[in-house]
């Protein structure tokens, strides 16, 4: 059994920053790849940005350039640093990490971006 945990969301302001990290644990097989999704409300989710294991990043361009995504690839764990928020950046945030057997997903921690 794989499990994701999410710390680091909360409460910011626009134009601040928060840093998220996700730590997986439980009977590990080797993760390709990491990443985060969102889910606003009223709104499907969507990829934010993801990390391979030769830590090739992709962003959805919303995030590019204020958004920074890295991976401790020894200890399972991915992160992302954000910048520059947006109170369009409010949503609950994924983390997913995907193996060859399949995509695990955490519980979500929720972001929230004050005006």
């Known amino acids: 059994q794989v499990q994701l945990v999410e710390f680091g969301g909360g409460l910011a302001q626009a134009g601040g920053s928060l840093r998220l990290s996700c730590a997986a644990s439980?009977?590990?097989?080797?993760?390709?790849?990491m990443g985060w999704y969102r889910q606003a409300p009223g709104k499907e989710r969507e990829l934010v940005a993801h990390?391979?294991?030769?830590?090739?990043?992709n962003y959805a361009d919303f995030v590019k350039g204020r958004f920074t995504i890295s991976a401790d690839n020894v200890k399972n764990t991915v992160f992302l640093q954000m910048n520059s928020l947006k109170p369009e950046d409010t949503a609950v945030y994924y983390c997913?990490?995907?193996?060859?057997?399949?995509?695990?997903w955490g519980q979500g921690t929720q972001v929230t971006v004050s005006s």
């Open positions: 439980g009977n590990l097989f080797r993760f390709h790849t």
């Open positions: 997913t990490a995907t193996n060859v057997a399949r995509t695990y």
């Open positions: 990390i391979t294991s030769t830590d090739t990043t």
